[in-house]
């Protein structure tokens, strides 16, 4: 059975940084590319970035470029979101997500290239 559990949420101030972590179970993490999106209030999910299996390329969406970075442990089956300079409009529920057969070939932001989805973490970045 396939499992992806985010943790690491929290509540943080602006500017302020957190890393969040995918555990995953189920299948091996080696041939799958990881994909993390996030929710907020009243919008719809988002792509925030994408990290290859192999090499470790990451794909990033608008929001993400230059402040939040991904890293993954094979060995671990874990997948890391970094997430640093956080502004008030990063709030949401976080979700790291894989795709059904493991590959991506395009679409690597859209959620409907993934298949499976922990239950999401929540963010809030506020004062």
């Known amino acids: 059975q396939v499992q992806l559990v985010e943790s690491g949420g929290g509540l943080v101030q602006p500017g302020g940084s957190l890393r969040l972590s995918c555990e995953i179970s189920?299948?091996?993490?080696?041939?799958?590319?990881i994909g993390w999106f996030r929710q907020a209030p009243g919008k719809e999910r988002e792509g925030v970035l994408s990290?290859?299996?192999?090499?470790?390329?990451?794909y990033y969406g608008g929001s993400a470029m230059g402040r939040f970075t991904a890293a993954r442990d094979n060995a671990k089956n874990m997948v890391y979101l970094q997430m640093n300079r956080l502004k008030p409009e990063d709030t949401g529920v976080y979700y790291c997500?894989?795709?059904?057969?493991?590959?991506?070939?395009?679409?690597?932001?859209?959620?409907?290239?993934?298949?499976?989805w922990g239950q999401g973490t929540q963010v809030t970045v506020s004062s």
């Open positions: 189920g299948f091996t993490l080696d041939y799958y590319d």
């Open positions: 990290i290859s299996k192999g090499d470790g390329s990451l």
């Open positions: 997500a894989a795709p059904r057969y493991g590959s991506i070939d395009n679409g690597r932001l859209s959620e409907t290239s993934y298949y499976y």
